[in-house]
């Protein structure tokens, strides 16, 4: 799938389609990242026939829903566990990423994969994701900005060139070298 | 030279890039290396809290006495005590920005008023420096 943007998250329950003989079939929630609906039926499709015997065309869709981060006015720190395929065998992987809502840290994760993996979406699936209390926290990222007494300083800042507007200068000579210190 | 402005809650900054540009805001909780949670407060500066990248922002030599993800009534409770809005307008960098604002605001008719005035400072600065010699 291709990600573009912010993942959404989903609820999507289904079952199997109600015949004579099962009326009443099982049905199965499953809560799905994906950047839109249509793709999160589609990936719910995928990960059902591969847990139970259920395919697209034997089942139905009872419900696709948008989860929405009730709390998205706090920092916090997600652990997400993984499954990815490399390019020479599949491996599970824990990562943890501080955001404000579970969906952002989602969208960073599949970023932080691609750059750092070069994995494709395609290739990621998420097993299970939590929020992660201060003292549990494993990595050495987020790890560094939990607390109160977080301060640092911004050592040379690089104007960007690509940003246009506020980049180097509005005209195509200066008399000054531009600074990257600013206190 | 040593740092003196530094990334932490309660810092104010001000808002470089984007439609806030121009605005403060109080830096509320750290991200991460990249970015920081921003509250203005909204009634006193316009800016919501939001996620905002360090690229977007400059830090002021401002501080208020916040504790991390603080509301919105505490930190304007900070504001008042600190008077940091009226610092800010105080400060020679405010008063940049606000010159600034008002060169690029002039009209032509204003452009040429501010001509003939340096022109007319200039001359009674000649005369001065004349008279001197």
Wanted: overall charge positive; proline content about 4%; hydrophobic content about 35%.
């Amino acid at each position: 799938m291709t990600v573009s943007g912010v993942m959404r998250q989903y609820q999507v329950v289904g079952r199997h389609q109600p015949n004579e003989e099962h009326p009443n079939p099982e049905a199965y929630r499953m809560i799905i990242f994906a950047p839109n609906p249509v793709i999160a039926k589609s990936k719910f499709w995928y990960y059902m026939h591969q847990f139970r015997k259920m395919k697209k065309t034997t089942g139905e869709i009872l419900d696709c829903v948008e989860l929405v981060e009730n709390y998205s006015r706090v920092v916090k720190t997600y652990g997400i566990w993984l499954r990815y395929d490399s390019r020479s065998g599949t491996h599970n992987m824990y990562r943890e990423f501080r955001d404000v809502k579970l969906t952002g840290a989602v969208s960073q994760l599949y970023d932080e994969m691609a750059g750092r993996h070069r994995t494709r979406p395609r290739s990621i699936r998420i097993i299970r994701t939590a929020e992660i209390k201060d003292e549990d926290v494993k990595r050495n990222n987020p790890w560094q900005y939990l607390g109160d007494k977080v301060k640092f300083p911004l050592p040379h800042r690089v104007v960007s060139g690509k940003r246009g507007q506020k980049a180097l200068s509005s005209r195509t000579f200066a008399k000054n070298r531009p600074t990257t210190f600013f206190g | 030279m040593p740092f003196t402005r530094y990334m932490e809650v309660g810092r104010i900054v001000l808002i470089n890039f984007g439609p806030l540009t121009g605005k403060l805001a109080t830096v509320v909780d750290i991200v991460d290396q990249n970015k920081c949670l921003i509250d203005g407060p909204r009634e006193i500066t316009g800016v919501d809290r939001q996620v905002i990248s360090y690229t977007r922002i400059e830090l002021t030599d401002y501080i208020v006495k916040i504790k991390k993800n603080a509301r919105a009534e505490e930190i304007k409770e900070a504001w008042t005590e600190a008077d940091i809005l009226a610092s800010w307008e105080a400060s020679a960098w405010a008063k940049k920005l606000e010159s600034k604002k008002r060169r690029r605001a002039l009209s032509d008719f204003d452009r040429f008023k501010v001509m003939v005035a340096k022109k007319q400072k200039s001359a009674i600065i000649a005369k001065k420096m004349a008279e001197l010699e």
